[in-house]
């Protein structure tokens, strides 16, 4: 008998112990994280079903079945962190998710984040697929995830994968390529199923538990899903992740839409269901440039007030008459970007672009590490000084925001505590914050999202050279 091994790296165990679940059971509860060294709940203001999932499959309970309050919830202590995790839903777990603070509300201990998820029965996973009903199959067997090979995989045993997983029916059974094949024990053998079972172990299998011999051959499975899983929504090439070209995964495929009576109250349904804010434009002719594939909608006619865009009137799905060059986009209000204005790019009145305006920043109980976290935001060394002198000018749009503080933990201006955002934050304009950085400049020319240990995100914010020229590039591209 082979005895499991654990497959469990320092940084994955410590991301274990930086998140739980409290005051409920195993698997469901109120939603806490540690900051260093302090425990905290999580405000429920941006949370959602997509980063519950990923918090569900990073405490291997399955995935999220709601994030309402349930009885047997009860109030705690300590303090209510305000960070917003923006997850696609794929992520191993939340530190992956791109994580903002900035301007975030604050909540009251009756308004923490909570999490009812499917539990530890759900012995099955999809991984490395573009949601959790896609992807190759994995088993837990006696707490280790361990690998599903077969050689004679089809879709009965596909299906018997979607239907414990509550993900539809199968669409495709498949081989995994050589260059995504799993690695470490193997769960299962030869697996045959009538496709009536409930579960797979319920299917004849000749070998589990055992050391991988000879071709490996890793079986993947595409579900048709339910809503969440088998239809999602991203905009690419546009900067950051509320920005750019509209393009939806459906039956297991990243495709486009038309532009055809594209406008507002389709954009907003979008800007809503991605956790944007709401639409400040909707663009035409492939502004954010060309997809490639297939164009998945047409003749969009969205209200505003519908949840997801799928559920606006449309052609059928895959029906058009379009090209690539008449691809959909949108600039959504919580599109963030920073910059400094009226002196060079490491230099000037600090100005941040929020809801589709440009405005300052404001200079009370600010520190030189906030300065210093600014001009490594933008790529502008490692340190900074706060200018008195207002020598570059007073600005005349809204003053977004006042007191933010920021730690040695941060790298990105969007990690940092503040006021929530408010078009008045500064009494008056003399308040407003001018910086000169210091040190090793290089400015940064693209977005990324790495994160490294748990708690602790690194985000590089799209630079352009030129200040002035920045909003016209956003809307002109």
């Not at 595409?222 to 991203?234: F, H, K, P």
């Not at 502004?287 to 003749?299: A, C, M, R």
């Not at 290089?442 to 030129?466: M, N, W």
Request: charged share 20%; glycine share 10%; with cysteine.
């Amino acid at each position: 008998m082979v005895t499991p091994v654990m497959y469990l790296s320092e940084d994955l165990d410590q991301q274990l112990k930086d998140v739980e679940l409290v005051n409920g059971t195993t698997c469901s509860g109120i939603v806490e994280i540690r900051h260093g060294d302090t425990w905290g709940r999580l405000c429920h203001s941006h949370w959602n079903l997509q980063a519950a999932s990923v918090l569900c499959h990073q405490l291997n309970c399955g995935y999220a079945k709601s994030i309402q309050m349930e009885d047997g919830f009860v109030d705690g202590n300590g303090p209510i962190w305000r960070d917003a995790f923006h997850c696609k839903g794929t992520e191993s777990c939340l530190w992956d998710c791109v994580q903002v603070t900035l301007g975030n509300p604050t909540c009251s201990a009756k308004e923490a984040a909570t999490v009812t998820c499917s539990g530890l029965a759900e012995s099955l996973r999809l991984s490395g697929g573009e949601s959790r009903c896609a992807g190759r199959v994995e088993i837990s067997l006696h707490g280790v995830w361990s690998r599903v090979l077969d050689d004679n995989w089809d879709i009965r045993d596909a299906h018997v994968v979607c239907t414990q997983l509550q993900c539809g029916t199968a669409e495709k059974a498949y081989y995994l390529p050589k260059s995504e094949r799993g690695t470490g024990l193997v769960g299962l053998r030869s697996v045959q199923c009538t496709g009536n079972e409930t579960q797979l172990m319920l299917c004849n299998t000749s070998y589990y538990q055992t050391v991988p011999t000879g071709v490996s051959e890793d079986v993947g499975v595409i579900c048709s899903g339910e809503s969440l899983c088998s239809r999602q929504m991203r905009l690419v090439n546009g900067t950051n992740r509320c920005a750019g070209r509209v393009e939806l995964y459906h039956h297991g495929i990243w495709g486009t839409i038309c532009d055809d009576n594209w406008d507002l109250s389709d954009a907003n349904v979008v800007c809503k269901q991605l956790g944007c804010g709401h639409a400040i434009e909707a663009f035409v002719s492939a502004h954010y440039g060309e997809g490639s594939g297939q164009i998945w909608l047409d003749d969009v006619n969205c209200t505003g007030a519908e949840s997801d865009l799928w559920a606006c009137p449309s052609r059928a799905w895959g029906h058009h008459n379009c090209q690539h060059k008449e691809d959909a986009g949108v600039l959504c209000s919580d599109f963030l970007a920073l910059r400094l204005v009226n002196g060079n790019d490491c230099a000037g009145r600090v100005e941040v672009f929020y809801n589709g305006t440009w405005g300052s920043v404001c200079s009370n109980r600010m520190s030189l590490l906030t300065a210093a976290t600014m001009c490594k935001h933008l790529g502008c060394g490692d340190g900074g000084g706060i200018a008195t002198d207002f020598k570059y000018g007073r600005g005349s749009g809204p003053t977004w925001l006042d007191h933010i503080e920021c730690t040695e933990e941060h790298s990105s201006l969007w990690q940092c505590q503040s006021d929530p955002w408010d078009p008045q934050s500064c009494s008056n304009r003399a308040e407003e914050t001018h910086i000169t950085c210091t040190g090793n400049q290089k400015c940064v020319t693209e977005t990324t999202a790495s994160p490294t240990r748990a708690g602790k995100f690194f985000l590089s914010l799209f630079f352009f050279p030129s200040n002035d020229n920045l909003m016209s590039l956003i809307l002109n591209r």
